[in-house]
């Protein structure tokens, strides 16, 4: 029984149907109708204008957007557990030329405000020290926590004080958004998020992310620097039809609200071994060496997040037998 | 009634089913049961031992062999109409981290031994001039011309006497393999080939292309570039299923047989407008601007390349009675 | 007898002085006091506010010039014969992220608006082929001829009504003033001039050279740029030193006057054998293999260009003596 | 009275003396006989056959071997004070291509195996995670501690297990085999120290740091991408006669002598007040603020590091009249 990544999962029968449907003779690239269609799909979700790409993963998301955002001798502030730090092989490196990730601590991946002034307080306004561009964050973040629209606004406000500019690594924005209720345009511009990495792939879709720019003059650049990357898919159409099938009668919110409902499930059978706060689809559990053989032993696949702490991450299909067993044999622990 | 690119047309309806058959749980990345046969499906293919990775462009195919087989301050001989001079926004300089490109003129976008060698040997061996460290061919060409196995055989001796790398970019291998009727083997690492890009997404495939390391020492290195630029897609599975239902059977070289087939029925429609003699699935035509509009407003879709000059690519999907008026079209010019 | 290259020649024992005399103690970097007076001299000498900053190379200053004024996926338009081509180990593609170099023929490494415009006209406006940027031009050229003040102009107004940024490299731009007499502004910014690579290593300084910005507003990126290419000398003041020497009663001028005059001395003696007119301090000739030789015996030290071709350069230092020998060996041939 | 940096002291008056020796006409860039002369000095010192060149700044020695060392995809272990990552503005993502710096901590600047192991053990072997390719260690640290020939050895050998390469900052090398009075060979090669910064700049030197491989194989890409970065100076006669001025008769190792003995002088003057042992040239001391000002006031100049803590540096040339003024200060405070 897999609870063990959302990047595991299948891709909704909606993703393959429209994959299926896309699959004729149409322009090439992004001239297809589908691809044309994004910039209005995602402006109508924002209720703004926005300039939106696909890529095939969320690493190519972030760092074609970090890299419009941040010069080659330019900091990226992040915090020390995120994925474009930990998990992207130094992808921000290369896309941007050589940007340096500037880490920043904070309990379940999340960055105040305060941590941000500090460190930039401590940098010499010099040539001998790289001065920060951008701030990246991760909602929800890698520890399954979220960033309410308040609190990115306050992040927001500092970046926009300083001169910074503000990424979002969206890669499951969509269990954010499910969990705060909050909308999407008051989670991202209105708290002066420049580019989001709005995550499809961990939420039902096959191999189709997009990237949003709300800073929409950055567009013609961030399409050159996707082609030159070698994410200009020459059949891009499957790409857009599979993000506009997610798009459609809120698919993209009902899968992350499945997922959340799971992890809810699981945090409530065993509430005093949380780590974390369960606020999307990930539960990190204390658990001793012994409990989680034990656990594996009866055919539940985890991940050993490290000395006593496993994680588990909930899908949108996950079936309701293997949820219901699982939060039995936690709550026998 | 489109002749304009091959990137047009869609996917074969296997590539589709093997989508969707492979849409189920599996681990991420390349760990999947279907990601793990192309090792062995492309090493009997060549047979030899190769090693595979699945991308999902053609440009990063092409760069991140270039990147392996190149250092940032080494040359990489190609063609002046090469793809990776021409088409692909500078991704070679991006991906090696600024390696120059060295051009050579040729009838047809091909190089000869003797063209590299006296490029070479215009180079000083001083640390002023960008030494060359590859060489890349494509075949096909740009212009529809095929390599012989005996034509690549005699770049690799050069290469391998200066100490050059040979890579292939083979968006249209199949097309190329399908004229000469030569094996797969003796195209490519029998004759030198390092690295090649193995084309599918013009030949029946969604948004899958293979780069096949003969040097296999390479892999490791590769697949970290490959997660680098991100290009390790998460389900990966939806990429090597479509490699592995258009290597089954001999499907890709069937798809290019067509695809030929239907170019040498138009090229013997208009032999005497030929500009490039047609080895492959693409036709250049010299005809005056009124001829060209008159095509055009007969409902051919196709390419201006130059002044007098048009093109028309073939695809594995081409339909008889569309072929027959065009080629009807042309011997009526 | 050396008549090899201007780089083999002496510092002028001003410049030796200069270093001597700042050899004190003094705040690093460029915090001293020759350094703050460098943005004041050149402003000075260009009758405008300008910018201006040492590093100790030419192939420094021209790249760090051409890294702020190309993106990494931009193209920048010079000759086939251009130093940053032919003889700077790939550097500009270092120092730019990638940017490609955009080759044009014309006699004595000369280019002309109209090449410029039809190369540029020959760029199809899409991602997929590489957008140029910038046009760097080098007076005096590779060849030894010059362009005046109005030919610089005519490339200007062209490049403004591209959005093409304009650099002149100008390892021998004080040759280029000598012959032509025009003003150092006329020459410059008054014709559309972005940024200028002051060269003082040929021309009697020891290992400084100047990056003069015309656009002001760069120079806080060149700044951080050259430390971060490990340029910013911790001494600084002795490479400010050099420069402020050589401008110092105009010696820079009278060091390439003297050069100049050599030069021509070396025309009038051979004027049938010149392969270009001679407009700075290099000699080309056309001499058989025999004469070469003959020429060599006889003691002269100079550079095999090619078949049937031999280059002078002369210097500021040029002895009477050794160069009248010379001139009745060339006028003998 | 100037104890803020050695980087502001003057050179030593036989460098200005080289300088002006060796400014006459010869062969250009590192053909001339001072920098041919420079692996057999080197080799000598280290009684290993070496291969050594000439840079114009230690941020250039440093990113130039860590380019050779590290892959554009690795990470680059070093303290995190190091000069790499706090003051040379990014410069090794620029040179490396984007390799990520992995930072450790210890007491004054110190790495250790314990360390280095501990880091490396948490890092997955996977493509998703950055691997280790090198170890940069600075002695002496930025804090003037000194590691022993032992100390390094001990990395070294971590170093090997791991199929790490080492370098060493060594911007005050000679203040630390002055002060270990350890041979310049056990310190380096014989401890598994495959590349070395030698500097001089801070020691008397006054343009000119060596580059020291002690892999010798790495020499011919080391020296293309000197030349590449602009780093290879046109009369880089120059720089190689300082480093020999330097290297005669021990005088590099007489200044640091020299320095070494004036921290010591105001180290037992204040021994209480020491935030750290005193092993090289730097003095770093805890006082108030106002005991900050008071010494200002007396005419001092040091550089304030952070709250409470104060940083002196001695230079080769320091005068006795000033340090005992300074001695007797810090003995009253």
């Known amino acids: 029984m897999r609870f063990f990544s959302d990047n595991a999962a299948p891709a909704h029968p909606k993703v393959i149907e429209a994959i299926a449907a896309s699959n004729r003779v149409d322009t090439a690239y992004d001239g297809d109708e589908w691809s044309q269609r994004l910039d209005g799909a995602f402006s109508d979700l924002f209720g703004t204008e926005v300039r939106a790409l696909w890529v095939s993963t969320g690493t190519a998301a972030n760092c074609l957007a970090l890299a419009a955002l941040c010069p080659p001798y330019g900091g990226i502030i992040c915090h020390r557990d995120a994925h474009i730090e930990v998990d992207e092989a130094g992808a921000p490196g290369f896309f941007t030329g050589g940007a340096k990730l500037m880490l920043l601590d904070g309990p379940g991946a999340k960055i105040t405000p305060e941590a941000v002034r500090d460190y930039c307080d401590l940098i010499r306004k010099d040539v001998h020290q790289v001065q920060p561009a951008a701030i990246s964050i991760t909602n929800a973040?890698?520890?399954?926590?979220?960033?309410?629209?308040?609190?990115?606004?306050?992040?927001?406000?500092?970046?926009?004080?300083?001169?910074?500019?503000?990424?979002?690594?969206?890669?499951?924005?969509?269990?954010?958004?499910?969990?705060?209720?909050?909308?999407?345009?008051?989670?991202?511009?209105?708290?002066?998020?420049?580019?989001?990495?709005?995550?499809?792939v961990k939420n039902g879709g096959l191999n189709a992310e997009a990237l949003i720019l709300f800073r929409t003059e950055l567009f013609d650049e961030v399409a050159i620097r996707r082609k030159r990357a070698g994410h200009l898919s020459s059949k891009g159409r499957t790409l857009a039809a599979q993000i506009l099938a997610l798009l459609e009668d809120g698919l993209w919110l009902e899968n992350a609200r499945a997922a959340n409902g799971v992890a809810q499930q699981l945090a409530t059978a065993a509430p005093h071994r949380l780590a974390y706060p369960v606020e999307a689809n990930e539960i990190f559990l204390n658990v001793s060496a012994a409990e989680a053989a034990q656990l594996r032993s009866q055919g539940f696949d985890f991940y050993d997040w490290g000395p006593g702490e496993i994680r588990f991450v909930t899908s949108w299909d996950q079936q309701g037998e293997a949820v219901e067993r699982l939060a039995a044999a936690l709550a026998a622990l």
């Open 141 to 200: 973040t890698e520890y399954g926590l979220v960033y309410r629209a308040a609190e990115v606004a306050a992040l927001g406000q500092l970046a926009k004080e300083r001169s910074l500019a503000l990424h979002m690594d969206g890669a499951r924005i969509a269990n954010a958004l499910a969990t705060t209720g909050e909308s999407p345009s008051d989670m991202t511009w209105r708290a002066g998020v420049d580019a989001l990495s709005f995550g499809f």
